[in-house]
């Protein structure tokens, strides 16, 4: 990882991310409906054009995670969509169809009929031609949908409920924490709140689970 950049872009208390190198980029969620803005001034002030993102991954299709979705895809940005995800977009248009979720009509509903979904590995091979060795794995526990993304020594965990907080509780969180840290991760990312390095709480919670 010591040639990948990662951008935050933060709007609302949710983060997304742009992981790359100077050439090619992939994102990783798309925050709000109403975030195209900020994403679109974000990646100008980073000197980083729409033609060089090959892909969008989302955490789940959660508001405050796919609301950007289909103006990004509309600018040339290519979805890279599981085939378990593609379930989940259809209540996140029903979520914004209610006036009440969307006002201003903001919200442009994600056309599935023009998304194409891929396996883990055809995604890995994607990020691949990026120059990015990363990994996609299922993780639920937040939500069925649920994707993290390991890249190098971190790991991109959208809303996954923190390691500390599954200890002993069983249950899917405490089961994708586990296939995590199978992972030699450091620095874990999560969508709310800030990036920090969390070695000692995935490894205090991967001493007690082992110790169960």
Known sequence: ?????????????????????????????????????VIKSALKEHGIAFTQIIGLLISHFHPDHAGSFELLRQHGVAPIILDYQMPHIKWLNNFFAKPKNDPARQYIPIKTELIKPVTADTAKEILRSCGIDGKILQTPGHSDDSISLIVGDSVFVGDLPRAETTVGFGGKAEASWCEISDYNISKIYYAHGNTYEDIAAIEKWKAEHLDD
């Open 1 to 37: 990882m010591s040639n990948t950049k990662i951008h935050v872009i933060t709007h609302k208390r949710t983060n997304m991310y742009v992981i790359g190198n100077n050439e090619k980029y992939v994102l990783y969620d798309c925050l709000w409906h109403d975030s195209f803005s």
